[in-house]
């Protein structure tokens, strides 16, 4: 899909971004703009052909560096960076920095993005999201309600937690239809955490679904070891369903 790379000035630097719009003749048309949030492994070759894929469904999607922090970081080998325990904590020390406030910050810059673009149609916005990036797709739902119209979370872990920043505490200030789609035996997201997270949508009137997946986490993700081929198959069916239910054309 055509796509091209850019940067995005937030509170904290400079952002870079790729952005991804849909084939054929009518790929410089306005269409509705998605933000896809990678895992926890950041921005790579994996992700890129996943937003271009989702573009091909009709929408602009725009995939940012999350670690723009992390001025020239290396990438991670999937395959081996949890059992190499130098290369963990570096992940995990990458993922801490990530904090609520910080994430709330960029997305209201590359929601500013999205609007300026001519690729780009309407000021509400699909967002989704993969382990970690699950997790950040509910926060930006739920602290930029205004902008959000849909919000996907697959294999996301931490959507209920203890901590006051958990997402599902934000649910009452959510306006976006909502699906999740957990992973079977996942510690990061368990049936109570889901129970929690339907009571609270529930409870604030957020119109959504959890679904389970007979996979692994990591199951959309094709490098990740747990990549289930036809439960990603089914995680497009869903997201491609709750983009063209929720956002505006």
């Known amino acids: 899909m055509p796509n091209i790379t850019d940067t995005i000035t937030t509170a904290d630097g400079t952002c870079t971004v790729h952005l991804f719009t849909p084939g054929g003749p009518d790929t410089q048309a306005p269409h509705p703009g998605v933000i896809m949030y990678p895992d926890a492994g950041g921005v790579r070759d994996t992700f890129q052909q996943m937003a271009a894929k989702l573009a091909g469904f009709g929408y602009t999607v725009l995939l940012p560096d999350v670690y723009y922090r992390n001025a020239g970081w290396a990438p991670f080998d999937m395959a081996s960076v949890f059992g190499d325990e130098q290369e963990r904590k570096r992940l995990f020390s990458m993922i801490g920095n990530l904090t609520p406030d910080k994430i709330t910050s960029d997305g209201r810059a590359f929601f500013d993005y999205l609007s300026d673009r001519p690729e780009v149609s309407g000021e509400r916005f699909g967002v989704c999201g993969y382990c970690m990036g699950g997790r950040i797709s509910l926060l930006v739902a739920g602290r930029i309600p205004d902008r959000v119209a849909a919000a996907a979370s697959f294999h996301g872990g931490g959507l209920v937690s203890d901590t006051a920043d958990s997402p599902h505490l934000l649910a009452e200030k959510m306006t976006a239809t909502v699906y999740v789609g957990g992973a079977e035996n996942d510690a990061s997201f368990t049936t109570d955490h889901a129970e929690q997270l339907d009571k609270a949508l ?3 009137g957020v119109r959504h679904t959890i679904e389970w997946y ?9 490098d990740n ?25």
């Open 202 to 204: 529930t409870a604030a």
């Open 214 to 222: 007979a996979a692994a986490h990591g199951f959309a993700v094709p």
């Open 225 to 249: 070891a747990p990549y289930d081929e036809a439960a990603a198959e089914r995680h497009w069916r869903a997201m491609a369903e709750l983009f063209a239910s929720a956002l505006p054309r």
